[in-house]
C-alpha cells in the first residue's frame, strides 16, 4: 500500500522554539493533505486541510500563524509549531489523499512534539 | 469537530472471543470509516462503508451502518493479541476527506 512518510518522529523542544514537522507522500503524489492533533488517550482532532500550491484551511479554532502550514508540492507538506508552548505538547499526524483515480487516504505514523 | 461517539470506551476480552464496538454520529454522513490505531502510532484503515451500505466485511471484521439510528458497529471475531489497539470510527460528510474521528474504544486482548 502507499506510505506516508512523517519526520521527525519525536522532538523536544525548549519554550519559545520553533518545530517543523513534514508529511511526505512516498510513492503517490497527494493532492490534499490533512493535519490532525491528538492528545492522550484522546481522538483526532482535524486541524487544517493543506492544498498543493494554495493556502491552507483551518478549522475553526486552530490558529493559523501559530501552526503554519505549507503544501510546497504534490508529495510533501509541513506543519511548523512558531514559538512553541507546553501546552503544544501533542502528537500530531497528517493523511495524505491520492490524487488518482482512487482517491484512497493514508495516515502517517505521527510525530511526537514535547515542549519543555 | 468531533462527531462520533464510541461505546464502550474499553474493553477487554480473551483470545478468541468476539469484541464489537459502537459508534453514533450526529449528522447525515457520505460514508464512514473505521481505524485502528496501535500504542503511539499512526492510523491504519480497515474498512469504510458508505451510506447506502447496511453492511461489510472484510477479513475477521463486520461492520454495519444504521443510518436511521446514525450508529455503526465493528465486531472483531475471533479475537488475537495483535487486535490490542485503539479503536476509531470517522465520519466523512460529503466525500472531501475531511474525517471527524470519534473517542475510540481501547480493546485489550488477553492471551
Known amino acids: 500500500g502507499a506510505v506516508v512518510s512523517q519526520h521527525p518522529s519525536r522532538v523536544i523542544c525548549k519554550s519559545g522554539t520553533s518545530v517543523k514537522i513534514e508529511c511526505r507522500s512516498l510513492?503517490?503524489?497527494?493532492?490534499?493533505m490533512f493535519w490532525y492533533r491528538q492528545f492522550p488517550k484522546q481522538s483526532l482532532m482535524l486541524m487544517a486541510t493543506?492544498?498543493?500550491?494554495?493556502?491552507?484551511?483551518?478549522e475553526q479554532g486552530v490558529e493559523k500563524d501559530k501552526f503554519l502550514i505549507n503544501h510546497a508540492s504534490l508529495t510533501l507538506s509541513t506543519l511548523t509549531v512558531t514559538s512553541a508552548h507546553p501546552e503544544d505538547s501533542s502528537f500530531y499526524i497528517c493523511s495524505a489523499r491520492e490524487g488518482g483515480r482512487t482517491g484512497e487516504l493514508f495516515f502517517g505514523e505521527g510525530s511526537r512534539l514535547t515542549v519543555l | 469537530s468531533q462527531q462520533g461517539e464510541e461505546d464502550p470506551q474499553a474493553l477487554s476480552i480473551q483470545e478468541g472471543e468476539n469484541a464489537t464496538m459502537n459508534c453514533s454520529y450526529k449528522t447525515s454522513i457520505n460514508n464512514l470509516q473505521w481505524y485502528r490505531q496501535n500504542s503511539g502510532r499512526g492510523l491504519v484503515h480497515l474498512i469504510l462503508i458508505r451510506s447506502n451500505e447496511r453492511e461489510k466485511h472484510s477479513g475477521r471484521l463486520r461492520v454495519t451502518l444504521d443510518t436511521s439510528k446514525k450508529s455503526s458497529s465493528l465486531l472483531i471475531t475471533a479475537s488475537r493479541a495483535a487486535d490490542t489497539a485503539s479503536y476509531f470510527c470517522a465520519t466523512d460528510l460529503s466525500n472531501d476527506y475531511k474525517l471527524s474521528f470519534g473517542a475510540g474504544t481501547t480493546v485489550t486482548v488477553r492471551a
Open positions: 493543506s492544498n498543493e500550491g494554495s493556502k491552507a484551511t483551518y
Open positions: 510513492d503517490f503524489q497527494a493532492t490534499t
